[in-house]
């Protein structure tokens, strides 16, 4: 652990995440941590393209949190998934020794190394998003995210629930972990009856292949999306075709066109991990455990949330705000 750093503090309103039990508690109070003199500096490495709207909100969290710590933030990401660019990265922030590391760990075969080199050289590190499975073992400080294989457990019996039988998975970057951990929970959940769809990330060829299969396989009656990148154009798409509502059509991630296309039934659900906490709680994490020595006595789960025509139009409006 690098060595404690005081603080000062000044008033205003501002939000204070309370970790209690691995639960996450949001509670407005009446302090914020000021800048110290020598801030600490952390950098956040995701795995999350530039493309890919979830990105936005995860950023704005890393940065929000930052500015209320009182700490400085570099926020690296790849335009397109790439292993060994995030691998430069992570290097690239071991070799600046900061205060603090927050990151993805999509492939953990390739990724544990390097964070155990950075565990080592006394930086701590909190694992957010996907990891979860490595996180612990590398001696990570905590895991912030939702346990994807559960997750898609959870939406394929949702599924279910509605009556489809013989659906697909898409898979948008196939060999990424959480991505498969969904796929493989959404297709244990049916029994091994849901076909895995592989694809690029790009949007054109991900409705091509998803077009391209439900022509072929006209018995397919549901699609489940595994997030924004694939979801949006795929709604576009099927309005285009005038399929939208035809068939069930779910997603992980929010985006304002997928929260409309909920509310107005033409969507079975979408699965919300909060990926807003996702950046905030990491650097909170690392500015007590520098400060304080604090850190959770368990991994923080933020997802998933399940929502419905029922909810959709609370969460609307927050998600142009980009907090959800």
Same mark, same amino acid.
């Given at each position: 652990? %690098?060595?404690?750093? #005081? ?5 205003? *309103? ?27 500096? /952390?950098?956040?490495?995701? $795995?999350?393209?530039?493309?890919? #709207? ?7 969290? /890393? ?10 933030? +570099? ?61 612990? @073992? ?12 559960? =997750? ?20 948008? =970057?196939?060999? !990424? ?18 076909? !895995? +769809? ?14 391209? $299969? ?34 069930? /059509? ?7 066109? %997928? ?36 850190? #959770? ?11 419905? !025509?029922?909810?959709? @139009?609370?969460?609307?409006? +927050? *998600? ?5």
């Amino acid at each position: 652990m %690098s060595p404690l750093k #005081p603080f000062t503090r000044r008033f205003s *309103t501002t939000i204070t995440a309370g970790l209690l039990a691995g639960a996450v508690t949001l509670v407005t109070g009446q302090t914020a941590l000021a800048q110290d003199d020598d801030p600490l500096e /952390f950098v956040a490495i995701t $795995h999350i393209v530039a493309a890919d #709207p979830f990105g936005n909100v995860l950023k704005r969290g /890393f940065e929000d949190a930052a500015e209320e710590m009182g700490v400085k933030l +570099l926020y690296n990401s790849p335009a397109q998934y790439d292993t060994s660019q995030m691998l430069r990265m992570i290097e690239q922030a071991i070799a600046t020794q900061p205060d603090g590391l927050a990151l993805t760990m999509p492939d953990a075969s390739a990724f544990a190394k390097p964070v155990r080199d950075a565990i080592a050289a006394g930086i701590p590190v909190v694992v957010l998003n996907t990891g979860e499975e490595i996180a612990g @073992e590398i001696g990570a400080l905590n895991y912030v995210g939702q346990s994807e294989y559960r =997750a898609g457990q959870l939406a394929g019996e949702r599924m279910k629930e509605a009556g489809v039988t013989k659906p697909i998975c898409i898979n948008f =970057a196939p060999g !990424q972990s959480q991505l498969d951990a969904r796929c493989q929970g959404f297709t244990d959940a049916f029994d091994g009856a849901a076909t !895995q +769809l592989s694809t690029t990330q790009d949007p054109t060829s991900i409705t091509n292949a998803v077009l391209a $299969h439900l022509n072929s396989n006209p018995d397919t009656d549901g699609v489940l999306s595994l997030g924004s990148l694939a979801t949006v154009p795929l709604i576009n798409e099927f309005r285009d075709q005038g399929a939208m509502g035809k068939i069930a /059509f779910a997603t992980f991630d929010l985006a304002p066109e %997928s929260l409309e296309a909920v509310k107005n039934g033409e969507m079975l659900f979408a699965m919300d991990q909060q990926q807003y906490l996702q950046g905030y709680l990491p650097i909170v994490s690392l500015a007590l455990y520098n400060r304080y020595g604090l850190r #959770p006595t368990t991994n923080i789960q933020t997802g998933p949330n399940f929502i419905t !025509q029922e909810n959709a @139009e609370q969460v609307i409006e +927050l *998600t142009r705000q980009g907090y959800r």
